[in-house]
């Protein structure tokens, strides 16, 4: 049980490295690449890990771990490297890298905010009750909520693939 943990801990790392480092490329890029589309696609490195680590950790346990182990091996993966991300983020890179970034990202959602709103025809007041609540829902938390119910979903389904025994070649019984 330790050897899972210990594995699973070293595969977090490497999980979250992976997605900070594809996050921080397309920070540099431009601040209109945070959230949407982007958020899934950083997401993709962290998943290929959980799936990767996940095999590996079955296969240095004998091949057939069953499924509450590589659920919680996963889950780790997982966990560890969500974390990993969102404290990097929201304490690292929007508080000391660049404090500007928020800003930044917000200024590009509200000219988004109002060229849909020209498109629907809503009023100014009406634009700027969007604008307001779009600028005070407290990002961090939802990252890390959102974070922690996508480890717990993608850590069940990569689980049921993860926990199948490694393929074992066919027994020939040659007791007759």
Do not use: H
Not at 16 to 25: C, D, K, P, S, W
């Amino acid at each position: 049980m330790q050897n899972i943990i210990t594995s699973a801990l070293k595969w977090g790392l490497i999980g979250g490295l992976a997605i900070v480092i594809l996050q921080t490329i397309l920070m540099l890029i431009s601040a209109g690449l945070l959230g949407g589309m982007w958020g899934i696609i950083v997401y993709l490195p962290l998943l290929f890990v959980m799936i990767w680590g996940g095999i590996t950790i079955r296969r240095e346990n004998g091949g057939d771990i069953g499924f509450a182990k590589s659920f919680m091996a996963v889950f780790i993966i997982a966990v560890l490297g969500s974390l990993i991300f969102n404290v990097y983020v929201y304490e690292l890179w929007f508080k000391i890298i660049d404090p500007t970034f928020l800003d930044r990202s917000m200024q590009i959602a509200e000219t988004k905010i109002r060229d849909a709103a020209d498109k629907r025809g809503l009023s100014d007041e009406q634009v700027q009750i969007q604008i307001n609540y779009v600028r005070n829902i407290n990002w961090e938390k939802w990252a890390y909520v959102i974070s922690g119910v996508c480890s717990v979903v993608l850590s069940l389904v990569v689980s049921v693939f993860v926990s199948r025994p490694d393929n074992k070649p066919p027994t020939i019984n040659t007791e007759s």
